[in-house]
């Protein structure tokens, strides 16, 4: 089970860490992500860790500016990491997290069809 929490409204160029706590799954084999969804938008793709050999990915809107991570205990996953830095108001949107029991390709980790298991999801706001 997923669990997402640490959104907020922030001042455009500021930052907040979202969190993603997940029970207890063994890390080399998922594939863990952030999606956002902004309304009236689909829901799309923000990074991605694969378990497996640790590949991070992140959409072109936001690399260099937010960073995946993760915490785990004897290889099992605890809390997955979003810091977001830099934040512009484009950026507003619910964040959720997702993960697969798999190791995710590039052409399939920002696609939402491809994880079947979602946190609840928590709303990120950057306005002044």
């Known amino acids: 089970q997923l669990q997402a929490c640490g959104g907020g409204l922030v001042q455009p160029g500021g930052s907040l860490r979202l969190s993603c706590a997940a029970s207890g799954f063994r890390f080399a084999d998922y594939t863990i992500g952030w999606f956002r969804q902004a309304p009236g938008k689909e829901r799309e793709g923000v990074s991605s860790?694969?378990?497996?050999?640790?590949?991070?990915?992140?959409?072109d809107a936001v690399k260099g500016r937010f960073t995946i991570s993760r915490d785990k205990v004897r290889n099992t996953v605890k809390t997955v990491y979003l810091q977001m830095n830099s934040l512009k108001p484009e950026d507003t949107a619910v964040y959720y997290c997702?993960?697969?029991?798999?190791?995710?390709?590039?052409?399939?980790?920002?696609?939402?069809?491809?994880?079947?298991?979602w946190g609840q999801g928590t709303q990120v706001t950057v306005s002044s």
């Open positions: 997702a993960t697969v029991r798999r190791s995710l390709l590039l052409s399939q980790w920002g696609l939402a069809r491809s994880y079947d298991s």
């Open positions: 860790f694969r378990g497996s050999d640790g590949r991070t990915t992140y959409a």
